[in-house]
């Protein structure tokens, strides 16, 4: 673990991202001895104090997360939790962190968690920069960073005068999951598949994760936000970079940024007339929702990569709140081979192109699905797959949470995970064209798979969910 007391300030500390994974996680790494000692200052715009926000957090605890806490274990933990309401200011800050480094006794470092909206991040980062909380620090910035490329290069730049790039940790928690960083391992790790992962070989990719769940307390984040911002320019754009990126010279964290932006330098510009936007009906009832809301609850839209190894082949990505499954999935279809024959009606191609799919649910699924024999006289043709699952090699044991990971990651000062200025705002580059011009937004029913223009969206290919 890191070797210095931890003083960790969590602004938003009452928000959904806190409640739901920020202090679950970080009680599971103080709990589980990662972080040798540690104390918590939550800051935010509620007015409570340290006994409210424990309250807060054993009540997180209890409904989000995955372990237990027993009564002994709540208390060694609730004892690290201090509380400074933003309205008491940048003074009130400094008084509760110095508190907090003289009952550690210990040398710390600190630990700045940015879980606000852009529009609030800036004003956070002042005052850490007033309290005089800078030196011995490091600071976590939520996604999404800014809210188009204008906003994105004044936060960079405006962040640059408080903290210096190397104290800036640029979070998505997508690729804190094991199984983002297994698509590193799958696809540098083997020779099998190397020698096809391009152009040649690939017809088209999809990374498709739909939602069942709706958006109760976020709505107002929400609504400033929309599933292309929440979700696209984010996870799945990382996501693709993984896919897509040529080896790093190291696994390291300037040549893996390098080949990751190398990606986004060749994404062609998003363009309007590939993209389908949706708002499952009932939305705009929902409280903290305008009632006239043109705020996309789904997306799904038609990318390409524009250089040597990817150039023509379509990714088609895909997300959205209530729809009628969970799913976070890849699939990279293979191109039909050259001639085929086999009669009409025996079944080849049928069920579409044999494909690898890559199952970012917690615990790594891989299938490989192909056309086979099916047994019997003639010759008739079926989808067959070989599957691997991560949970029947035994080998998952008590596995860090993506979150986790991830500030562990930002406590010892590795950035391999995280994302860089510029990598950030090229995906907003990249974006203009669409947030300048967004298509309509058309319904759809809740625990459906979206629009109906989601099939000519990627016509003359199917998606591949539902299975
Ligand atoms: C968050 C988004 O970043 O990711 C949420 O803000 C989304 O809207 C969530 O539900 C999905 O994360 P996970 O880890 O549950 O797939």
Redesign the pocket.
């Known amino acids: 673990g890191p070797q210095f007391g931890q003083v960790v300030v969590l602004f938003g500390a009452s928000g959904d991202l806190a409640r739901r994974k920020l202090l679950p996680g970080l009680y599971h790494l103080c709990n589980a001895g990662f972080i040798p000692s540690c104390r918590i200052v939550g800051v935010s715009l509620d007015d409570m104090d340290a006994d409210g926000f424990r309250q807060l957090a054993r009540k997180a605890l209890d409904e989000f997360g995955s372990r237990r806490v027993s009564d002994a274990d709540w208390q060694a933990f609730a004892g690290n939790l201090d509380y400074v309401a933003l309205a008491d200011g940048a003074a009130a800050l400094q008084a509760a962190v110095a508190r907090a480094e003289e009952a550690m006794g210990v040398e710390s470092r600190r630990l700045h968690y940015l879980s606000v909206p852009p529009s609030a991040a800036l004003s956070a980062v002042r005052m850490l920069g007033q309290a005089g909380l800078v030196e011995r620090s490091r600071i976590v910035m939520e996604?999404p960073f800014g809210v188009d490329l204008a906003s994105a290069v004044s936060l960079n730049s405006q962040l640059h005068e408080v903290f210096a790039e190397e104290q800036i940790f640029r979070i998505d928690?997508f690729l804190g999951k094991e199984p983002a960083q297994n698509i590193l391992a799958f696809r540098f790790a083997n020779g099998l598949f190397e020698p096809i992962w391009n152009r040649n070989f690939i017809d088209h990719v999809q990374i498709d994760v739909p939602?069942t769940?709706g958006l109760g307390p976020r709505s107002g984040f929400y609504e400033q936000t929309g599933a292309y911002r929440?979700?696209v320019v984010?996870?799945l754009f990382q996501i693709l970079a993984f896919m897509a990126m040529e080896p790093p010279t190291a696994l390291e964290p300037a040549p893996i940024s390098e080949e990751k932006n190398k990606v986004f330098r060749s994404m062609l510009p998003i363009q309007p007339e590939h993209v389908v936007r949706g708002q499952y009906a009932g939305y705009r009832q929902e409280e903290g929702v305008d009632p006239t809301s043109e705020t996309e609850t789904f997306i799904a839209l038609k990318c390409f990569i524009d250089n040597w190894r990817w150039a023509g082949v379509p990714f088609f990505l895909r997300t959205g709140k209530r729809m009628a499954e969970g799913q976070?999935i890849i699939s990279i279809a293979f191109r039909e081979p050259p001639k085929s024959m086999f009669p009409p009606g025996s079944g080849v191609g049928a069920q579409g192109p044999d494909h690898l799919t890559f199952d970012l649910a917690d615990a790594s699924k891989m299938s490989l699905s192909f056309y086979g024999k099916r047994p019997g006289p003639g010759m008739r043709l079926d989808k067959l797959s070989l599957q691997f699952a991560m949970h029947d090699t035994g080998m998952l044991g008590d596995v860090l949470e993506?979150y986790e990971r991830l500030i562990l990651d930002a406590m010892r000062g590795d950035h391999t995970l995280f994302n860089t200025a510029e990598g950030i705002e090229r995906l907003w580059q990249v974006s203009t064209h669409l947030l300048e011009a967004p298509p309509p937004v058309r319904l759809y029913p809740p625990g459906s798979w979206g629009p109906k223009s989601i099939h000519q969206l990627i016509a003359p290919h199917a998606w591949r969910l539902p299975f």
């Open positions: 996604k928690h939602e769940l929440d979700m984010t996870h976070r993506a």
